[in-house]
């Protein structure tokens, strides 16, 4: 069965800390993962899709890096409007016409 | 361009009453999706359509029906609603890989 676990599920920090948001999954066949940025209240926003291991994207104080078992989501320098719920979901190859299996998410807070 | 909307943004039903929840996007998009989001539980596929005149169940499906008008409109029907249906209810379309949500209706049942 295929399945998405994120880690941790709540994240404190200071501004400008570092850090790194896990997402790991079993899936039959990777198709693509995707990771989104959810604010309170709101629907999720699109962030990066990544199909194969090795692959990296970034987006201002964001990254995303692939592995065969997991991902994560690197956040440089974090500021105070970076703090949301950032939500991972996987694709299968065997998955009918792109249904994603979510993870339940990783909320970080940033404080200045 | 609005992207994807959705009507109502918030609804209070009665156990038994019935209602329609709207989606529309204009982004020419073939592919729409509908999920219910509870706290702990993630996002859930209740279901899909890949394209216009064809619709199909996803995880969820159960006390729920989906109508896919055109290219643009893709509604879900609840016919009886129970408190176990209450959540957050979003909307989605994809572009190749990507799906783009709307902003959600939340729903309570009473």
């Known amino acids: 069965e295929d399945q998405v676990t994120q880690s941790p599920e709540a994240l404190r920090l200071q501004e400008g800390e570092s850090s790194s948001l896990n997402c790991s999954y079993t899936v039959s066949g990777l198709r693509g993962l995707f990771w989104y940025r959810q604010d309170p209240g709101k629907g999720p926003e699109f962030l990066f899709t990544l199909y194969s291991a090795g692959e990296e994207k970034e987006k201002e104080r964001l990254k995303a890096t692939l592995t065969k078992k997991e991902s994560f989501l690197h956040i440089t320098a974090p500021k105070p409007e970076d703090s949301a719920t950032y939500l991972c979901a996987v694709q299968s190859r065997g998955g009918s016409q792109g249904n994603l299996i979510f993870g339940k998410g990783t909320k970080l807070s940033v404080k200045p | 361009n609005a992207g994807v909307t959705q009507t109502p943004k918030f609804q209070v039903l009665k156990t038994g009453q019935s209602m329609t929840l709207q989606c529309a996007q204009d982004?020419?998009?073939?592919?729409m999706y509908w999920y219910r989001q509870d706290p702990g539980m993630g996002l859930r596929l209740i279901y899909y359509?890949?394209?216009?005149?064809?619709?199909d169940k996803g995880e969820v499906p159960n006390g729920y029906n989906v109508s896919r008008l055109n290219k643009r409109e893709f509604s879900l029907r609840l016919e009886s609603a129970a408190p176990s249906q209450t959540s957050v209810y979003f909307c989605?379309?994809?572009?190749?890989?990507?799906?783009?949500f709307g902003p959600g209706t939340r729903l309570t049942v009473t």
């Open positions: 989605a379309s994809k572009k190749k890989d990507e799906q783009y």
């Open positions: 359509s890949a394209s216009e005149g064809t619709t």
């Open positions: 982004m020419n998009h073939n592919s």
